[in-house]
């Protein structure tokens, strides 16, 4: 079973820690958008206490690992607005933000914004975007345009760890 299979159910945490290692890649290993890797490093260190505790093991082995890996994961991330097929997770959480509706006008203005950042940054802007609307998405998106590269490499971190979480917290019940 993949998690995209179990996208309306949950699965109980006394489950997930009983679970093999291909079994958890597989499920828990979409909550970092294509980057299993994070659920690969972090089922050794099953059985959690609880989702908490898995949450920040993962985040844990997520920073830990070497640059390269880290840009990976970042650059696994979609565009936001954008109308090219992204994963289920990703378009349930931009159709929640209200960026697959973006008139043409809008359309272009995060094309045109997503592609200065990737340009500036060498990866996609990333924003938990779960209770934000476009303008405020946008905003943001200005707004750390004027980050420095460290700066920005650690904000998208934190926002990938915050989408993870919310992804987390969908799928597994304690």
Same mark, same amino acid.
């Not at 697959?100 to 006008?105: A, F, R, Y």
């Given at each position: 079973?993949?998690?995209?299979?179990?996208? #309306?159910? =949950?699965?109980?945490?006394?489950?997930?820690?009983?679970?093999?290692?291909? &079994?958890?890649?597989?499920?828990?290993?979409?909550?970092?958008? #294509?980057?299993?890797?994070v659920a690969e490093h972090t089922w050794n260190q099953l059985p959690f206490a609880d989702l908490e505790e898995m949450y920040r093991a993962m985040v844990q082995n997520m920073y830990e690992a070497e640059n390269s890996m880290k840009l990976s994961l970042l650059r696994a991330h979609p565009d936001l607005g954008t109308k090219l097929e992204i994963s289920q997770s990703s378009q349930s959480e931009q159709l929640d933000a209200g960026l697959?509706?973006?008139? &043409?006008?809008e359309y272009k203005e995060f094309a045109a914004l997503n592609q200065r950042y990737t340009g500036r940054f060498g990866f996609p802007f990333i924003m938990a975007v779960k209770g934000h609307g476009k303008n405020k998405i946008k905003a943001y998106?200005?707004?750390?345009?004027?980050?420095?590269?460290? &700066? &920005?490499?650690? =904000?998208?971190l934190k926002e990938v760890s915050k989408i993870a979480k919310f992804r987390l917290w969908d799928l597994i019940d304690e």
């Open positions: 079973m993949k998690a995209s299979e179990v996208v #309306h159910m =949950t699965i109980l945490m006394t489950t997930v820690n009983k679970m093999g290692k291909q &079994e958890f890649v597989d499920i828990v290993g979409s909550v970092f958008e #294509h980057s299993p890797w697959n509706g973006l008139s &043409e006008e998106m200005e707004q750390r345009m004027n980050n420095s590269s460290d &700066e &920005e490499f650690e =904000t998208a």
